[in-house]
């Protein structure tokens, strides 16, 4: 039912319009200056798909990433620093939701990251201690 709901809601391919608060989020994770300032001008485009019972997030951008996953499943990912994370993805109230912790001895920051869709825009909101980085999609 979570797979369907999220093809007819969140899949898609979705192109980066505006970012707010971006610089203060990598900023927060440890971005240097200069890598910051490139993620800020760079253009991005993120795909969510739904294949063989899975969900695929592929981003093409400044860092590109291609994450494949079941729902309600911890896997292992690296947050953008490649840090080391567990990351569990879940499905709720039309909401995608991605809860990263950083495993024993990385140097990661725990971060929940919502993908919703509203008013045809993809919201994707990012949570990392008391920073809040909001990215607006549109579909292609």
């Not at 898609?12 to 927060?28: A, I, P, R, T």
């Not at 919502?114 to 909101?125: A, C, K, N, Q, S």
Request: proline fraction near 3%.
């Amino acid at each position: 039912m979570a797979l369907a709901e999220i093809e007819n809601s969140v899949a898609g391919v979705w192109v980066l319009q505006k970012n707010e608060n971006l610089d203060e989020y990598l900023k927060e994770i440890g971005v240097n200056f200069v890598l910051r300032k490139l993620a800020a001008a760079a253009s991005s485009t993120m795909t969510i798909s739904v294949e063989d019972g899975q969900v695929r997030i592929n981003t093409k951008g400044p860092k590109d990433s291609d994450h494949k996953f079941h729902l309600d499943t911890e896997v292992e990912s690296n947050d953008p620093q490649d840090n080391p994370m567990k990351a569990l993805v879940t499905w709720k109230d039309g909401k995608l939701i991605t809860e990263a912790k950083p495993v024993e001895g990385s140097n990661g920051k725990a971060t929940r990251v919502e993908r919703e869709v509203v008013d045809g825009e993809l919201i994707m909101t990012i949570y990392v201690n008391n920073v809040v980085c909001r990215r607006i999609f549109k579909k292609k």
